[in-house]
């Protein structure tokens, strides 16, 4: 019995040229040249072949774009992250503003963004004062208008016909380009005459070596560029030494195979959309959202505030999904909003303030929100103040009930030897509608006294059930195994107060803030394990972002570590005042 190709491919996740049981490697796996592999040596194959190297050899949607990059930064030096914010911009159907001086090659990284698209269009023009829509758009159709009455542009060749354009010197374009820019950036139609045209522009890239003059009109068109960043020269000196000492700029050629088909395209499209949203970075963005509010609140009159539309937002958004998806994410990651910081700023001067920002709001994300901090910050606080509270027990207890020996009610009427005590502090803590455990240990200091002590499970797991005691609070009294006894109170005293609960036990509290702290371990693990490996390998992050995530995981290992430290002093401290007493 044999099983053709065609039959036993679909076993396997993916069809890919890569893949064992396709193209050129068939051979070599013993299929027949017919496209038949006989039964038993396919399931033989099927062993060897775990799911893990099958996946490792697919091609993958990361593996493309990673290849794919490193062919278009061929020659390149210290461009890189610029071309692959590019890339992501293109892939998110957005548009990217590249800012810095006359030399920088900001030209080179729109040539080469226009290789990673297979059969692209592209169309480059350098604005001046002087330049009209017919340069940009096309020329008017003189028969068009001559024979049939129509004002209709011959667009072939031009920006409404191209794939990928570049536009130097953005802001010296006259309104009519501006405007007719804005449907083409935004909606991706070109108005021609009575007609309205979709145009397949993927990616539109702008550079200029000046912000838009304000006053003049442009906020509008500036708005529509999502990723605004900025160029620089080249810093590292041998990067500068091999970018001076090489002779000829060619032009790498990119294997067809890696090139951006429009399918694929749509495609990348279609499925970041379904990328999905954490709770925690929508409230990353309240967070960021806020912080601007609040700068601009407070800015001098002066100083420019920080304008970030919805639209923007919104965009913002679609393309951290795009981040997600092409790093092989089915969330947003913390490390994605990192890219926020290219798509807030409006000045130069703005751009370390909005960095600062999306840091700040990325640590609180991970602290505040995914790892519960202020949660275990309130627990910490009720334990100082139940901590406190031994320190005052005649302001907090009832001032009826007789304190003994500083610390202890008395408990009259119970037959043993001596006197029976109780810590005020846990009778006021507890419960008059549950039972909590008590074992009785004589006072080493006076063994008169036989003191009534919290069980705990774990420390005291040696102590005979039978010397194991249930007590909850009665009114001036206290119930052991469910039978009342009246404790000592002053002679005269007055009535008995309007009951009132008693606060949560000091160790139940403890034991919460120990199960928060190492709950909040086991989860920082999880989330730094996972952050880390996948800014590790991120596409579009810069080394100098990658390094912020290490930064800000390492500054939330330590916020951790102070947590339990103080929790040991706590800890400490009263167990010290127990032996005492």
Request: glycine residues 4%.
């Amino acid at each position: 019995y044999t099983l053709s190709l065609h039959d036993a491919l679909p076993i396997f996740p993916h069809e890919t040229e890569n893949s064992y049981l396709s193209g050129g490697n068939c051979l070599n796996l013993g299929v027949n040249p017919s496209g038949e592999v006989y039964f038993k040596e396919f399931l033989y194959l099927c062993l060897l072949l775990t799911t893990h190297e099958i996946i490792r050899h697919m091609k993958s949607i990361k593996s493309h774009i990673t290849q794919l990059l490193k062919s278009l930064n061929e020659g390149v030096f210290e461009k890189e992250h610029t071309i692959a914010l590019s890339l992501l911009s293109a892939m998110a159907g957005e548009s990217i503003f590249l800012l810095g001086p006359p030399g920088v090659a900001k030209s080179l990284v729109a040539r080469r963004l226009k290789l990673a698209f297979k059969d692209a269009d592209a169309f480059e023009y350098l604005m001046s004062r002087f330049s009209t829509p017919d340069e940009i758009f096309g020329p008017v159709s003189i028969s068009k208008l001559k024979d049939e009455d129509t004002y209709e542009r011959i667009t072939k060749g031009y920006l409404p016909t191209a794939s990928i354009v570049f536009l130097d010197e953005i802001w010296k374009a006259g309104p009519a380009i501006q405007n007719s820019l804005l449907t083409v950036i935004n909606e991706k139609i070109y108005r021609n005459g009575q007609f309205t045209v979709r145009v397949p522009l993927k990616a539109l890239i702008a550079a200029s070596n000046e912000l838009p003059a304000k006053g003049e009109g442009l906020e509008a068109l500036y708005d529509r560029f999502l990723i605004r960043q900025f160029v620089g020269c080249i810093e590292q000196e041998y990067a500068f030494d091999q970018m001076i000492s090489s002779t000829r700029e060619i032009e790498p050629e990119i294997p067809e195979k890696l090139q951006v088909n429009d399918e694929l395209y749509n495609q990348i499209q279609a499925e970041s959309e379904k990328v999905g949203i954490h709770y925690t970075i929508f409230e990353l963005i309240h967070n960021i959202k806020r912080e601007i509010e609040q700068y601009n609140t407070g800015r001098d009159e002066n100083t420019p505030p920080i304008y970030v539309s919805d639209r923007r937002w919104k965009k913002i958004v679609g393309l951290l999904r795009t981040s997600a998806y092409l790093n092989e994410s089915p969330g947003i990651h913390f490390s994605d909003c990192l890219l926020m910081s290219a798509c807030l700023w409006d000045e130069i001067s703005q751009l370390p303030i909005i960095e600062e920002i999306v840091e700040q709001s990325i640590a609180r994300g991970i602290n505040t929100y995914l790892l519960g901090e202020k949660r275990l910050e309130q627990k910490l606080d009720t334990l100082k103040e139940n901590m406190k509270s031994e320190h005052s027990l005649r302001e907090l207890s009832d001032p009826g009930i007789q304190v003994v020996d500083t610390f202890y009610h008395r408990i009259e009427g119970y037959h043993i030897t001596g006197n029976l005590l109780i810590f005020a502090s846990d009778y006021q803590s507890l419960k008059k509608d549950s039972n909590r455990l008590f074992y009785i240990q004589q006072d080493k200091f006076r063994p008169v006294n036989k003191i009534l002590k919290a069980y705990d499970f774990v420390k005291n797991r040696n102590i005979a059930q039978k010397n194991i005691y249930s007590l909850r609070k009665g009114r001036r009294s206290v119930f052991v195994n469910n039978q009342e006894y009246p404790l000592l109170c002053y002679d005269n005293c007055d009535p008995l107060p309007a009951q009132q609960d008693g606060s949560t036990p000091f160790e139940f509290t403890l034991q919460e803030v120990i199960d928060l702290l190492h709950q909040m371990e086991v989860e920082y693990k999880t989330i730094s394990e996972r952050e880390t490996a996948y800014t590790k390998e991120h596409l579009f992050l810069s080394s100098s972002q990658k390094s912020k995530i290490k930064r800000i995981l390492g500054e939330t290992a330590h916020i951790i570590e102070n947590y339990r430290n103080e929790l040991r002093i706590i800890a400490h401290a009263h167990e010290q005042e127990n032996r005492e007493y």
